[in-house]
């Protein structure tokens, strides 16, 4: 009786080392395939934070925002002219806004005005809540209401 003999086909030896080699190469695409997901739900969040940064501003230069500092209303719906006259408790100090929830995440937007002659410089930084890293800062400059008087 002749065993295995002149058969065609593959060993065992054949089919453990091909299974090896497609194990290999798919635990490498995974970890391309789980970067990307990372970075496309960090890029998601920046994004959505540059939104919500952008509102922010766009409020504040309509002049309807509900901009208010946590604990008081120093400036809420404020106008360009009271920041004039309160340039001493407002200039160069940070401002929690109102939070923002979107998409199961919690957003903490924070906004310091500065002076930079002729102009107000806005700066809105959104991190997102519980976290140090900023995922997006957004400047912008209104024109110094004393130069209209």
């Given at each position: ?11 065992l030896i054949e089919v453990i080392a091909a ?89 903490e937007p924070v906004i310091v005005i500065s ?14 809540e519980g976290a140090d890293s900023i995922l ?14």
């Amino acid at each position: 009786m002749r065993i295995l003999s002149n058969e065609k086909g593959f060993t065992l030896i054949e089919v453990i080392a091909a299974i090896i080699i497609f194990s290999v190469s798919l635990l490498l695409f995974n970890v391309y395939f789980v970067n990307s997901f990372s970075n496309i739900k960090r890029q998601d969040s920046q994004l959505v934070a540059m939104n919500i940064a952008r509102q922010f501003t766009e409020q504040w230069k309509a002049g309807n925002g509900t901009l208010i500092e946590s604990g008081t209303t120093l400036l809420a719906t404020s106008s360009y002219k009271e920041i004039a006259a309160k340039e001493t408790e407002i200039l160069n100090k940070p401002f929690s806004l109102s939070n923002v929830s979107l998409n199961g995440i919690t957003y903490e937007p924070v906004i310091v005005i500065s002076k930079l002659e002729p102009l107000y410089t806005i700066q809105v930084t959104v991190k997102q809540e519980g976290a140090d890293s900023i995922l997006a800062t957004l400047h912008t400059a209104i024109a110094n209401p004393k130069k209209g008087d």
